[in-house]
């Protein structure tokens, strides 16, 4: 059995093409942006860090992390990172791309960006799947709620202390 090499790994050219490719359902895309969408917001701005889930180098999950002034709508720590528009190619669903790679998401962050202490992420309130994904790598409901285009909007952290 061919064993499949997940990683966490920045937005890189040589990603480009698999990104195009994603596809997401529309019941999907009301929860998250198609990634190339995504990308082209990110790439504009110097304090958003797009990321991929790979699996043996091909692109199969993206999200971004923001540094930006838009974390304070999610907290008031100012060493947090948001998480947001993450999404997983439609084709590559169900395989456990999406938990091994988020599970990595510690780490990652401790590895790239040493001063941040938190992670966070807004979650739809009717989105079970990915609530479901974030409580089993670690993230807390913070009871803290907003209101989204979609409804109200679960405010999820991870802790990076220990």
Do not use: W
């Amino acid at each position: 059995m061919l064993e499949i090499n997940i990683a966490l790994d920045f937005y890189k050219q040589e990603y480009e093409e698999s990104i195009k490719c994603f596809i997401l359902p529309s019941h999907q895309q009301k929860y998250s942006p198609l990634p190339v969408e995504a990308l082209e917001t990110a790439l504009l701005k110097t304090d958003r860090y797009p990321v991929v889930i790979t699996a043996n180098k091909k692109a199969v999950g993206f999200f971004v992390l923001y540094a930006d002034d838009f974390i304070y709508k999610h907290t008031d720590n100012p060493n947090a990172l948001l998480l947001m528009d993450f999404s997983v190619n439609y084709s590559n669903q169900g395989q456990g791309f999406a938990k091994k790679g988020m599970g990595q998401l510690r780490q990652f962050i401790i590895d790239n960006f040493s001063a941040c202490n938190e992670v966070v992420l807004g979650v739809n309130y009717r989105n079970f799947r990915a609530q479901k994904l974030y409580e089993k790598i670690g993230f807390i409901d913070t009871g803290r709620r907003i209101i989204g285009e979609n409804g109200e909007i679960l405010i999820l952290s991870l802790s990076l202390t220990t």
